[in-house]
């Protein structure tokens, strides 16, 4: 038996027109000799009835403050209602499929309610079904804790994580991760007129593009991937398009008849909404930084892009964090600087590490159009830049052009 988990998301099981598309996937999956999983997750986005958002605003007004096991067990409803839904469309062509919740799926999580780990994968219910012939139908983004069975949910892009955590369990030949894209792009298409979609890209690649803020799988779902090596496609419902594959043998070599393509780089990823602080420290106190980060931490204070010297932090946080990052420097008597309205840009590429004269490309490619950096930041796979708000445009297409992709 050759197993195969197929995900779709919100838009996918949206509309009737959607959720034949989807059929048309199984089908063809079943046409290819596999024996597919269906995952799926809630219908259509906020706004629509059953959307997640639609349900928390629904919660939220009976009690701004609900309990986070009340709250979860309300965003299960999303997708227990798109997986009976499209059930019963394959039933409806002949198609023999079951609806499972992610507890009958025998996912088990630690009760970290709202963003839960899945702790393991119980395959006995989810075999025995396709050995019989019957496609499971499974309720993405949830789960259950061990020993009381409470529902949870595991946190924003979940469905992809429960696809991928699936596979593995599974030991599925791949994981199609079906969206209304045709795959993975260089950048950005509502800010780059010339992106394209990529052949294929590396686990660490395309996790580095979403930590940046790249809307394109869930990181935990490409970390688990990455850890039991399952080629990941992300393609759309609506077309026959190959789409992206996410692999290990991406990082090396071509796919198939993909050529290799010697660059240094393979996506601009970008994120916005957030502030940049500039700290002074006090250099006769060396564990002054020390402290400064112990408070912000224990305040549940996320700060990213890190530049620690002797004389000066600088970091950024979202916007939401804004005031109360303030507030607590101020009752510190900590001196800083506040840049708002600020984003982050950044170029993604495994193929950078060692390669002399990246970071003067990234440089020149903004500076040659004006934009001031605010601060820089790096790693093996990544070069970053704080800029103005108002220029992360601009910015991106620079370095889209300026690293040839």
Request: aromatic letters at 4%; proline letters at 2%.
């Amino acid at each position: 038996m050759k197993i195969i988990v197929q995900k779709f998301g919100g838009t996918s099981v949206a509309t009737e027109e959607a959720r034949i598309a989807v059929k048309d996937k199984v089908q063809q999956a079943i046409r290819n000799g596999f024996s597919p999983v269906v995952v799926v997750s809630a219908m259509g986005r906020k706004g629509a009835p059953y959307a997640t958002d639609t349900l928390i605003d629904v919660l939220k007004q009976a009690n701004a403050n609900v309990n986070v096991r009340e709250m979860d067990v309300m965003m299960c409803c999303g997708e227990i209602i798109s997986s009976c839904v499209m059930a019963a469309t394959l039933q409806q062509y002949g198609i023999n499929a079951s609806a499972l919740t992610g507890g009958q799926a025998g996912i088990i999580t630690d009760n970290n309610f709202s963003s839960a780990r899945i702790k393991t994968v119980k395959t006995s219910n989810m075999l025995n079904l396709l050995e019989s012939g019957i496609i499971p139908v499974v309720c993405g983004f949830q789960g259950i804790t061990e020993g009381n069975g409470r529902f949870t949910t595991l946190g924003r892009g979940g469905s992809d994580t429960t696809a991928v955590a699936l596979g593995a369990a599974l030991k599925a030949e791949f994981v199609e991760i079906y969206t209304d894209v045709e795959g993975i792009m260089t950048a950005d298409p509502r800010i780059v007129e010339n992106t394209h979609i990529m052949d294929c890209v590396s686990y660490t690649e395309v996790c580095q593009m979403a930590h940046n803020g790249a809307k394109v799988i869930h990181p935990r779902a490409v970390e688990i991937a990455m850890r039991n090596n399952i080629p990941v496609y992300v393609k759309s419902t609506f077309s026959d398009a190959v789409g992206t594959l996410i692999s290990n043998v991406a990082e090396v070599s071509g796919i198939g008849d993909t050529p290799i393509v010697d660059k240094v780089a393979c996506g601009i990823a970008h994120e916005v909404d957030i502030a940049q602080f500039r700290v002074q420290l006090d250099p006769e106190h060396a564990e002054a930084g020390q402290v400064l980060f112990e408070d912000l931490a224990n305040a549940g204070i996320s700060v990213g892009c890190l530049n620690l010297s002797e004389l000066e932090a600088k970091f950024c946080v979202f916007n939401k964090e804004v005031e109360r990052t303030a507030d607590l420097l101020a009752t510190n008597k900590v001196p800083f600087v506040l840049n708002e309205n600020c984003a982050k840009v950044t170029v993604v590429g495994t193929a950078m590490n060692g390669v002399p004269g990246v970071m003067s490309k990234f440089v020149t490619a903004l500076t040659s159009r004006g934009i001031a950096i605010l601060q820089t930041v790096d790693s093996d796979t990544t070069i970053a830049a704080i800029v103005k708000a108002d220029k992360i445009k601009d910015a991106v297409n620079a370095l889209h052009v300026a690293f040839d992709l």
